[in-house]
């Protein structure tokens, strides 16, 4: 029997050491063997069949139209996710809020664009500049004052920006409502005894906190939006990258090669986004102890209840 | 003529719906007194603290700081719900230590102190730095902080968090049961540092069940039961001498 020596705090004799027959697993191997034959043998004909002119892929891949188009879509995406996280913040704030009008028009705002299909929505924007062709200011019914021709739904681009951002804030405001709910009354009670007024309680201590559960899921909807920005067509815009790519095919009749060209861009954006979300991921879990390891990141079992929010519960709730 | 009491608790009562938590009730904390408030749990102890600062409000009743009215601004007969920026303003001078510390865990230490000087007091950073880093050495911290609180012990986070309340150069602080959070060998460093500051001349209001910390630091202890104040006095006579059974019942568990 193995015994502690007090001294030394050495065992002075230790029990066999385990050599076992590991468990054997036959059906992975398989499974893989013939997943990647499988594979391969896709690869192979692929390459041999002509539909999908390899060529063709090589020669649009850097077209100066479809790397132009890829432009396209990259700011689409991007000034669409900026103006849905600052509405959805809005929206956010708003249902959060005591006030039951302000409540009732994130519920409704919430209800009809989550509630409507995104390609109807911006259907919907394409034609909203021949319903109000002008934009009038004065009393209803009467000659109007002031008369402004309705040039923001007449440029494609703005419209399609405009479609994208209203729809993704009914989803970006429940995301950040989720992270609002996590963060512990107790940080909001803390600032409000220390005098912090609730603009500042917000600013500096509850939304850096619930940026740690906002981020990914709106990273998520960033991947989402670039490739939601194909259905612009449906406005119909086609300078971007899908657009683009369908328009050259449609002139030179090989669809497939020019379906791949967008393919392998989106696939290139999506990747990016994923390395950058990992960065900014890992920026945001500052203080959480999470991030390094070792004895450092021992806590109180009564402050790891406190730094553990708890995850918002109302995620895509009944909207 | 004596001075106007730091706090005034005038017959006041708090219900949350039917639970009637605090039930008419009068208390008075003199400047530079300590009062420590014992009582068993659910006995109303910390909603009358958080009634102080105005985190909770009061149904009746009148709850005076430095003589003035907290929450309300009285018109004729008519009270006047205050704004959130003059209630923000009562609290400057009230400094509040929470049962779980309540520290940011999104900033080390020193940022933790210097938030509310620095937005609230408007303090240039440099300066509120350097008075952060005197709290710091004052609750024996001097070397922490650069820490995340999630790096700091439970004792060591409480003391972070009572040199933040100290931060803003309050007249008053509120305890909330500050050690009950605690490991039982880490609740010594946090009663020393509330001593200490005790001796300094703080007016200090304590929710604690420490019966040892109330007997040697306390000028008065009021026991606490089912929402109202049973029997207030000095240590030696509360604790030695308890004329309500109820406070007896309760002392002969604790002590």
């Known amino acids: 029997m193995a015994r502690q020596n007090p001294a030394t705090g050495e065992t002075e004799a230790q029990g066999d050491a385990i050599v076992a027959v590991p468990l054997r697993h036959p059906w992975r191997i398989s499974i893989a063997v013939v997943l990647v034959f499988l594979l391969a043998l896709f690869i192979v004909d692929a390459s041999q069949r002509p539909d999908y002119g390899w060529a063709e892929v090589g020669k649009y891949l850097f077209d100066r139209r479809i790397s132009q188009a890829a432009w396209v879509t990259l700011t689409l995406t991007i000034y669409a996710m900026v103006g849905a996280i600052i509405l959805g913040l809005l929206l956010a704030i708003m249902r959060l809020s005591p006030n039951p009008v302000v409540k009732s028009i994130a519920w409704l705002y919430l209800w009809i664009f989550r509630g409507t299909p995104v390609y109807v929505q911006l259907v919907f924007w394409g034609i909203v500049a021949l319903i109000y062709p002008v934009f009038t200011i004065g009393i209803p019914f009467m000659t109007p004052w002031i008369t402004i021709p309705n040039d923001v739904f007449t440029n494609l681009y703005i419209t399609a920006v405009i479609g994208l951002a209203l729809n993704e804030a009914a989803y970006m405001s429940e995301i950040v409502r989720a992270g609002l709910l996590s963060v512990d009354e107790g940080q909001e009670e803390a600032s409000t005894a220390l005098a912090m007024s609730w603009g500042q309680t917000m600013r500096y201590v509850v939304v850096p906190q619930a940026m740690k559960i906002i981020i990914p899921p709106t990273g998520n909807e960033v991947i989402s939006m670039l490739k939601t920005t194909s259905l612009v067509a449906a406005i119909p815009l086609s300078i971007d990258l899908y657009g683009v790519s369908r328009g050259i095919s449609a002139v030179t009749f090989t669809p497939v090669p020019l379906l791949i060209v967008a393919s392998i861009w989106y696939l290139l954006f999506t990747s990016v986004l994923m390395v950058g979300q990992h960065f900014i991921e890992k920026r945001f879990s500052r203080g959480t102890g999470r991030r390094q390891a070792g004895p450092a990141s021992e806590t109180d079992p009564a402050v790891a209840a406190v730094t553990a929010a708890p995850l918002g519960n109302d995620l895509g709730g009944k909207g | ?255």
């Open chain 2, 1 to 255: 003529m004596s001075a106007t009491p730091m706090v005034t608790a005038d017959r006041i009562s708090k219900s949350f719906g039917s639970n009637n938590v605090l039930r008419s009730i009068s208390l008075e904390a003199q400047a530079g007194e300590v009062l420590c408030i014992v009582g068993p749990s659910g006995s109303g102890k910390s909603t009358f603290l958080r009634c102080i600062n105005h985190l909770e409000k009061i149904d009746a009743g009148r709850l005076f700081v430095e003589g003035q009215l907290v929450g309300y601004r009285e018109k004729g007969d008519k009270l006047h719900e205050l704004k959130p920026k003059e209630a923000a303003l009562q609290r400057r001078d009230i400094g509040m230590v929470f049962q779980r510390f309540n520290l940011f865990p999104h900033m080390t230490a020193l940022e933790n102190i210097i938030q509310a000087p620095m937005r609230v007091k408007r303090i240039p950073k440099s300066k509120a730095t350097l008075r952060a880093m005197e709290l710091m050495e004052r609750v024996g911290l001097g070397d922490k902080a650069d820490h995340y609180p999630a790096h700091l012990s439970g004792g060591q986070q409480q003391r972070v968090a009572i040199a933040r309340a100290l931060a803003m150069d309050p007249k008053l602080m509120l305890f909330d049961e500050p050690t009950s959070a605690l490991d039982p060998e880490l609740v010594g460093e946090v009663l020393d540092v509330m001593k200490e500051l005790a001796t300094s001349g703080m007016t200090m209001i304590v929710v604690t069940h420490e019966m040892g910390f109330a007997r040697e630091v306390a000028d008065s202890i009021a026991f606490m039961d089912g929402g109202v104040v049973v029997e207030s006095g000095p240590p030696r006579e509360l604790l030695g001498n308890p004329q309500q059974d109820r406070t007896k019942a309760f002392l002969s568990k604790v002590l």
